[in-house]
């Protein structure tokens, strides 16, 4: 693979790794590690995709793989995790929802950040997160009933 294909993969799918990552570990840092991780993961991948979305798929379930390695691993559980240095500039009712989606159990998290943000649908993300379709749509049901009882009825979603 040459320079010129990996400048077009990372630009290409940069935003969606990097989001997924955060919303999965909630830590600008981590999510920096865990997208480069992914980065290179997939530039010494040499099978092709048959197409974009395969592509896609195959990053994002390799996010949530790191992602979950991260979580379970010793430096995670005993260590003190870093403030964020920044806060993402949104308005007053984007920042309510971003706090309040980011407030989610992990598995509600990543769910409703697959559905809403990256436009997948129940199916597709379930073959992501390695989940049923039924388990997927009981985790969509309860994560907008929590949302929906932390943010009211006029923010929903």
Request: aromatic share 4%; hydrophobic share 45%.
């Given at each position: 693979m040459d320079n010129a294909q990996m400048a077009a993969i990372y630009d290409r799918m940069k935003d969606t790794v990097y989001r997924a990552?955060?919303?999965?570990?909630?830590?600008?840092?981590?999510?920096e590690d865990i997208t480069h991780d992914v980065f290179l993961l997939r530039f010494r991948h040499e099978a092709p995709f048959p197409d974009d979305e395969a592509e896609k798929a195959?990053?994002?379930?390799?996010?949530?793989?790191?992602?979950?390695?991260?979580?379970?691993?010793f430096r995670r559980r005993f260590s003190v995790p870093l403030e964020d240095a920044s806060e993402v500039c949104v308005t007053e009712p984007e920042h309510q929802i971003w706090d309040a989606v980011n407030a989610l159990p992990k598995n509600y998290r990543l769910v409703i950040h697959l559905y809403y943000y990256e436009g997948y649908s129940v199916r597709e993300i379930g073959t992501i997160t390695g989940k049923s379709e039924t388990a997927v749509q009981t985790q969509l049901y309860r994560?907008?009933?929590?949302?929906?009882?932390?943010?009211?009825?006029?923010?929903?979603?």
């Open positions: 990552a955060l919303a999965y570990c909630r830590n600008v840092q981590d999510a195959w990053m994002l379930r390799v996010t949530v793989n790191r992602c979950k390695n991260l979580l379970k691993s994560a907008r009933k929590l949302l929906k009882d932390r943010l009211g009825e006029e923010l929903t979603l």
